[in-house]
């Protein structure tokens, strides 16, 4: 939020109306009564002489009158062309103290305290730039500057910059100055009639020149760490440019910024940021740490500033100076505004390891595709035999509800269930319908990424079609064999015990739990869909965290595991480790957060509960047994039905839609693609329906 105008000052006691209204004549005849004149008059006549904090004040006075929006038609000539109105008032400005030097001389003693009494080192060198070693340190230091007050540091420009400009939109007045205008004005203050050994302009310049040191310093540091150089083989430590950073920066230093030296030192920034190229290829092929790519763009950020502030050093003193002071500030009050904000640095550091993460989910969901009719059988057969686990896994459940267990007992049962349930799919090669939709949307989102236009939408109109119908035979082999199979358990079960699984209270009561619109079936099937998306996250992670540690490595070289096993041996269980990592993170996940809200919920006292459309379709196949034939045609049972229906189409478009929503944001895909994309699939449905339901004839 900006800062409120401060208000005009009053006509102090000596300044009559007539010495106001003279000045308003001779600087704007043709609005001699417009208020930005006589603000501008007041403030001429209200120049501090003393005191730091009051030249502050004033300096800020001065900005926020620049800043007014208020329209300043009639200040400027009629040959001029209208213009907005910060340059207005700027152009007035530098006009009044070109033609008065009583008014020049106190403003330009004010300039040159305020700048020897300041420093531009921090605003040069860490403005705009994060300043912990690490993700959570610039976490915790933002949130700490967000909630805790700041003390006042009068001596730093860059609490002034904050000062003066509030308002992220001031970046945008500040990048419409004029250069020249800015150039005049400087050539103003250079120190009034009597100036200085060094005026401000030398001042700013001495700042600029030990900026480009210290960051010299603090990007060496992070370039040559470990990780970094690990994860850039192809240059050696001593060929390193960041070695050779510093060094350039001290020749800058004791040449004052020599044009030479300046182009040295732009070859050097040069090979840094192809470094940094390297090592972010790495990680794109190799795994991403958060706290790798926190420290790359620190990198990354602080050579473009090094570039930025060498360019303003080697610009000729004048217009070209401002020119390239304006692109610096405007650059760093951008970037001032933008790093107060944690939400900022948390997306911007999350973005390139969500879209590591939905590429693992992806690469661990393409063995969820089909192309020929006998891939699409192998799905169809996978899928039943994930059907008669589910079967077993819904009979667990219900029997688990039985027990007298404390809560806490009782979530562990049922993740144990799910878990191992799960785990014996991964083991015997079994499909459930649930796990698809997020793996297939990663998928999507990563080919939607990928290649021109032409290409990519080529390859996803060939895509789309099988993650559609690899999804609905799935989900109809599921079904298919959770009917049988759970009504061929409850005839041994009643065969060995001589009574169904469920007694009659238990069958109504999952019958009721199913109803889609008297029950909480909707809330509880969407909450299941999020679950199912962040299980295929937690997948992904897992592989980019093996791969980034180098598990694999690790365990084909392992000393222990080579003696016992033998070298073929550790290198073929790494290569089981490294096939199974994901979907080991993937099944254990989703046991765990299955079970978590009944637990939760009964902590809380809330009735939150899980609706997974097999497991319910399983649960409900064992109801309509111990109701018997009669019962599964009465309005209560095909409502519970129609429920299974709602489970099924909430599961996979909750799970599906948030994993392509999260690998579209990760990709930078834009909407316009997005939009056309669904269009162009639309019309082939419409064309082709056959290509979405099965697969082709040959």
Same mark, same amino acid.
């Given at each position: 939020?900006?800062? =409120?105008?401060?208000?005009?000052?009053?006509?102090r006691?000596?300044?009559?109306?007539?010495?106001?209204?003279?000045?308003?004549?001779?600087?704007?005849?043709?609005?001699?009564?417009?208020?930005?004149?006589?603000?501008?008059?007041?403030?001429?006549?209200?120049v501090?002489?003393?005191?730091?904090?009051?030249?502050?004040?004033?300096?800020e006075?001065?900005?926020?009158w620049?800043?007014?929006?208020?329209?300043?038609?009639g200040?400027?000539?009629?040959?001029?062309?209208?213009?907005p109105?910060a340059?207005?008032?700027?152009?007035?400005w530098?006009?009044?103290?070109?033609?008065?030097?009583?008014?020049?001389?106190?403003?330009?003693?004010?300039?040159?305290?305020?700048?020897?009494?300041?420093?531009g080192?921090?605003?040069?060198?860490?403005?705009?730039?994060?300043?912990?070693?690490?993700?959570?340190?610039?976490?915790?230091?933002?949130?700490? *500057?967000?909630?805790?007050?700041?003390?006042?540091?009068?001596?730093?420009? @860059?609490?002034?910059l904050?000062r003066?400009?509030?308002?992220p939109?001031?970046?945008?007045?500040?990048?419409?100055?004029? =250069?020249?205008?800015?150039? *005049?004005?400087?050539?103003?203050?250079?120190g009034?009639?009597?100036?200085?050994?060094?005026?401000?302009?030398?001042?700013?310049?001495?700042?600029?020149?030990?900026?480009?040191?210290?960051?010299?310093?603090?990007?060496?540091?992070?370039?040559?760490?470990?990780?970094v150089?690990?994860?850039?083989?192809?240059?050696?430590?001593?060929?390193?440019?960041?070695?050779k950073?510093?060094?350039?920066?001290?020749?800058?230093q004791?040449?004052?910024?020599?044009p030479?030296?300046?182009r040295?030192l732009?070859?050097?920034?040069?090979?840094?940021?192809?470094?940094?190229?390297?090592?972010?290829?790495?990680?794109?092929? !190799?795994?991403?740490?958060?706290?790798?790519?926190?420290?790359?763009?620190?990198?990354r950020?602080?050579?473009?500033r090094?570039?930025?502030?060498a360019?303003?050093?080697?610009?000729?003193p004048g217009?070209?100076?401002?020119?390239?002071?304006?692109v610096?500030?405007?650059?760093?009050? *951008?970037?001032?505004?933008?790093?107060?904000?944690?939400?900022?640095?948390?997306?911007?550091?999350?973005?390139?390891l969500?879209?590591?993460?939905?590429?693992?989910?992806?690469?661990?969901?393409?063995?969820?595709?089909?192309?020929?009719r006998?891939? !699409?059988?192998?799905?169809?057969?996978?899928?039943? /035999?994930?059907?008669?686990?589910?079967?077993?896994?819904?009979?667990?459940?219900?029997?688990?509800?039985?027990?007298?267990?404390?809560?806490?007992?009782? /979530?562990l049962a049922?993740?144990?269930?799910?878990?191992?349930?799960f785990?014996m799919?991964?083991?015997?090669?079994?499909?459930?319908?649930?796990?698809?939709?997020?793996?297939?949307?990663?998928?999507?989102?990563?080919?939607?990424?990928?290649?021109g236009?032409?290409?990519?939408?080529?390859?996803?109109?060939?895509l789309?079609?099988?993650?559609?119908?690899?999804?609905?035979?799935?989900?109809?082999?599921?079904?298919?064999?959770?009917?049988?199979?759970?009504v061929?358990?409850s005839?041994?079960?009643?065969?060995?015990?001589?009574?169904?699984?469920?007694?009659?209270?238990?069958?109504?009561?999952?019958?009721?739990?199913?109803?889609?619109?008297?029950s909480?079936?909707?809330? !509880?099937?969407?909450?299941?869909?999020?679950?199912?998306?962040?299980?295929?996250?937690?997948?992904?992670w897992?592989?980019?965290?093996?791969?980034?540690?180098?598990?694999p490595?690790?365990?084909?070289?392992?000393?222990?595991?080579?003696?016992?096993?033998?070298?073929e041996?550790?290198?073929?269980?790494?290569?089981?480790?490294?096939?199974?990592?994901?979907?080991?993170?993937?099944?254990?996940?989703?046991?765990?957060?299955?079970a978590?809200?009944?637990?939760?919920?009964n902590?809380f006292g809330?009735?939150?509960?899980?609706?997974?459309?097999?497991?319910?379709?399983?649960?409900?196949?064992?109801?309509?047994?111990?109701?018997?034939?009669?019962?599964?045609?009465?309005?209560?049972f095909?409502?519970?039905? /129609?429920?299974? /229906?709602?489970?099924?189409?909430?599961?996979?478009?909750?799970?599906?839609?948030?994993?392509?929503?999260?690998?579209?944001?990760?990709?930078?895909?834009?909407?316009?693609?997005?939009?056309?994309l669904?269009?162009?699939? @639309?019309?082939?449905f419409?064309?082709?329906?056959?290509?979405?339901?099965?697969?082709?004839?040959?």
């Open positions: 939020m900006s800062r =409120p105008l401060p208000q005009p000052v009053p006509v006691e000596g300044r009559s109306s007539r010495e106001v209204d003279a000045f308003c004549v001779e600087f704007a005849p043709r609005a001699p009564g417009h208020p930005a004149v006589r603000d501008l008059q007041h403030l001429l006549a209200d501090p002489s003393e005191g730091l904090e009051a030249r502050l004040e004033w300096v006075r001065w900005v926020a620049l800043r007014d929006p208020m329209p300043a038609l200040l400027m000539e009629p040959t001029e062309p209208e213009a109105a340059v207005t008032r700027l152009a007035l530098v006009r009044v103290l070109e033609a008065r030097a009583s008014a020049r001389e106190p403003v330009a003693v004010l300039v040159r305290e305020v700048t020897s009494a300041t420093s080192l921090k605003l040069f060198s860490q403005v705009g730039l994060p300043t912990g070693l690490g993700f959570l340190d610039e976490v915790s230091e933002r949130l700490a *500057r967000r909630l805790l007050p700041s003390p006042p540091e009068n001596h730093q420009l @860059s609490e002034l904050l003066l400009f509030p308002d939109g001031d970046a945008d007045l500040l990048e419409g100055l004029p =250069p020249e205008l800015l150039a *005049r004005l400087s050539t103003l203050l250079q009034g009639t009597q100036p200085p050994v060094r005026g401000p302009a030398m001042m700013v310049r001495t700042s600029l020149v030990d900026a480009l040191g210290l960051l010299a310093v603090q990007t060496a540091a992070l370039g040559l760490a470990e990780d150089r690990d994860r850039c083989p192809e240059v050696s430590f001593r060929s390193s440019p960041f070695l950073l510093r060094r350039v920066c001290e020749g800058v004791a040449r004052d910024a020599a030479d030296s300046l040295e732009g070859d050097v920034v040069e090979e840094c940021q192809q470094v940094v190229a390297i090592v972010s290829s790495h990680l794109e092929q !190799y795994g991403v740490s958060v706290d790798l790519v926190y420290r790359l763009e620190r990198i950020r602080s050579l473009e090094m570039e930025s502030i360019r303003v050093l080697g610009a000729e217009e070209a100076s401002w020119r390239e002071g304006l610096l500030m405007t650059d760093l009050l *951008r970037q001032a505004h933008t790093d107060r904000s944690v939400r900022a640095v948390v997306a911007g550091n999350a973005r390139l969500a879209r590591k993460v939905i590429e693992r989910a992806g690469h661990s969901g393409e063995h969820y595709l089909t192309t020929t006998a891939e !699409y059988h192998r799905m169809v057969h996978s899928a039943a /035999g994930g059907g008669l686990i589910i079967a077993v896994t819904a009979i667990l459940k219900l029997y688990a509800a039985t027990l007298a267990l404390a809560p806490f007992f009782y /979530g049922l993740a144990g269930t799910y878990v191992g349930s785990l799919m991964q083991v015997t090669g079994f499909t459930l319908a649930t796990k698809q939709p997020s793996m297939a949307a990663a998928m999507l989102g990563s080919a939607i990424g990928q290649g236009t032409a290409g990519r939408l080529s390859h996803l109109m060939e789309i079609p099988r993650i559609i119908r690899s999804q609905i035979a799935t989900a109809l082999a599921n079904m298919g064999t959770v009917l049988p199979a759970a061929g358990l005839m041994l079960f009643a065969w060995w015990k001589g009574h169904p699984l469920l007694n009659a209270a238990q069958a109504h009561y999952v019958v009721d739990a199913l109803h889609p619109w008297r909480g079936t909707v809330f !509880y099937a969407a909450l299941t869909g999020v679950l199912l998306w962040l299980s295929s996250l937690v997948a992904g897992m592989e980019n965290w093996a791969v980034y540690r180098r598990i490595e690790a365990l084909a070289h392992h000393r222990a595991l080579r003696r016992a096993l033998g070298d041996g550790a290198k073929k269980l790494a290569g089981l480790f490294s096939r199974n990592i994901s979907g080991l993170g993937g099944n254990v996940s989703i046991g765990i957060l299955l978590l809200p009944p637990v939760v919920g902590f809330l009735p939150l509960d899980i609706r997974h459309v097999t497991i319910s379709f399983g649960q409900l196949c064992l109801a309509g047994y111990a109701l018997g034939p009669t019962a599964v045609l009465q309005p209560d095909l409502a519970a039905l /129609g429920g299974i /229906g709602v489970i099924l189409a909430i599961n996979l478009g909750v799970s599906f839609s948030l994993a392509l929503g999260v690998a579209l944001r990760a990709r930078d895909v834009p909407v316009r693609d997005v939009v056309r669904v269009r162009l699939m @639309s019309a082939r419409l064309r082709e329906p056959r290509a979405f339901l099965s697969p082709p004839r040959v």
